[in-house]
């Protein structure tokens, strides 16, 4: 049931474009998207319901794909904050969110 | 502060001891989770309530560990005869559950417990 996540990590320089993947074996009521620095919490950075939609914030967007159960996330012209872990959370209908293992991302300046 | 508070935010005990913290929710949040995170992993899910209900306790989690949400406002989850695998961050957070639609879920800044 726990969404799987690739890659495991990625290191990039400042500038260049990532994609975060998460999959899921169940059908997805929503997928929501954080990160978390070392020693802080998770910080939200979107949700998606079903429905196939897009969303973006910034240089930061997500595509939620129904029919094939999975999400990803698209950082663009990364910057040195975007470093992290970023977790996909994923609900099964109405239900609690189940977290990914994560994705570790390094910026290099 | 308006968001989702935690406390302690550190807490070092003896194994055998018991714990207990404390979760205060964003106000009109009426879904709480508690999960428990270690180093380089997601967070585990550990339970949720939707108001004062807690509608389900992850099979992976002891009877050691218990949480409750009386009147649907705050939560506690308490740790009995703590073990040293126990050590972890734990985390709650809140949503705003509607009928028809999944919200977004705020986390607090966690519980970092020892166990020595």
């Known amino acids: 049931q726990q969404p799987v996540q690739s890659p495991q990590a990625v290191i990039l320089r400042e500038g260049e474009d990532a994609v975060i993947n998460c999959s899921s074996s169940k059908a997805l009521y929503s997928v929501h998207w954080y990160r978390q620095k070392h020693g802080e919490a998770p910080i939200f950075l979107m949700i998606?319901?079903?429905?196939?939609e897009q969303k973006g914030h910034d240089k930061i967007s997500a595509s939620f794909n129904e029919k094939k159960q999975q999400s990803s996330l698209y950082l663009t012209a990364s910057q040195l904050s975007y470093s992290g872990t970023y977790f996909c959370?994923?609900?099964?209908?109405?239900?609690?969110?189940?977290f990914g293992k994560g994705t570790r991302l390094h910026i290099l300046p | 502060d308006t968001g989702v508070s935690q406390n302690p935010r550190h807490k070092i005990t003896k194994r055998g001891q018991n714990v207990t913290f404390r979760c205060d929710p964003i106000?009109?949040?009426?879904?709480l989770y508690w999960y428990r995170q270690t180093l380089g992993q997601g967070p585990e899910f550990l339970t949720y309530f939707q108001n004062e209900a807690q509608l389900e306790k992850s099979r992976l989690l002891s009877d050691r560990f218990s949480a409750e949400r009386p009147k649907g406002s705050f939560s506690t989850l308490e740790i009995q005869r703590t073990e040293q695998g126990d050590s972890a961050m734990y985390l709650c957070?809140?949503?705003?559950?509607?009928?028809?639609?999944?919200?977004?879920?705020?986390f607090g800044q966690g519980t970092r417990l020892t166990v020595v």
């Open positions: 106000s009109e949040h009426n879904r």
């Open positions: 959370g994923t609900e099964i209908r109405d239900d609690k969110i189940i």
């Open positions: 957070a809140s949503s705003r559950r509607l009928r028809v639609r999944a919200t977004e879920a705020f």
């Open positions: 998606l319901l079903k429905g196939g």
